[in-house]
T-cell receptor, first 115, second 114 residues
């Protein structure tokens, strides 16, 4: 049961261009969405998040967009840099019913930024 | 910058043996989690822990698993009798208040069960 889906296993972009990573979810009870970046042999690193009451959140080169009606979110990285090359995980959480916000992850998208 | 630490980085064990994976969460954090990632698969939630008790656990977290916060700093995951399918990266995570954004993850322990 994939509640969080990242349908693109990989993405390759040129340095300086925009990277757009997509994520879909099925559970309408999710109220926080997060993006994590992961390098090999390291733990996921929190990047940016968005509450379900917003449709956009921006932090430097990273912007997350949320379309609740479509149950879709995306992460935009502008401009992309070679150091952004990593696996990006979309995650969602819900705080209903006393849940403490455990994260449900997608399978990840491997981003390669070419110089 | 404070970080979550985990030991050991790699644990090799024989099937049926007990293992204890250790984590030191960020000091002012109150919520603690264990996740695992089997090679090639997604990161999966195992258990959350708050106020010295389990808050939630997934279907994966069966009777072979237990967690403990034995003192003010450590948070451990014990697997009582390891199986081959327990081989995975195990990540500890922590965060501050309940609705705080972003759990902070440790570097993980690679568990190999032979």
């Amino acid at each position: 049961d994939q509640q969080v889906k990242q349908n693109s296993p990989s993405l390759s972009v040129q340095e300086g261009r925009i990277s757009i990573l997509n994520c879909d979810y099925t559970n309408s009870m999710f109220d926080y969405f997060l993006w994590y970046k992961k390098y090999p042999a390291e733990g996921p690193t929190f990047l940016i998040s968005i509450s379900s009451i917003k449709d956009k959140n921006e932090d430097g080169r990273f912007t997350v967009f949320l379309n609740k009606s479509a149950k879709h979110l995306s992460l935009h990285i502008v401009p992309s840099q070679p150091g952004d090359s990593a696996v990006y995980f979309c995650a969602a959480s819900a705080f209903y019913g006393g849940s403490q916000g455990n994260l449900i992850f997608g399978k990840g998208t491997k981003l390669s930024v070419k110089p | 910058e404070p970080e979550v630490t985990q030991t050991p980085s790699h644990q090799v064990t024989q099937m049926g043996q007990e293992v204890i994976l250790r984590c030191v969460p960020i000091s002012n954090h109150l919520y603690f989690y264990w996740y695992r990632q089997i090679l090639g698969q997604k990161v999966e939630f195992l258990v959350s822990f708050y106020n010295n008790e389990i808050s939630e656990k997934s279907e994966i977290f069966d009777d072979q698993f237990s967690v403990e916060r034995p003192d003010g700093s450590n948070f451990t995951l014990k697997i009582r009798s390891t199986k081959l399918e327990d081989s995975a990266m195990y990540f500890c995570a922590s965060k501050t208040s309940g609705r705080a954004l972003g759990q902070f993850f440790g570097p993980g322990t690679r568990l190999t069960v032979l």
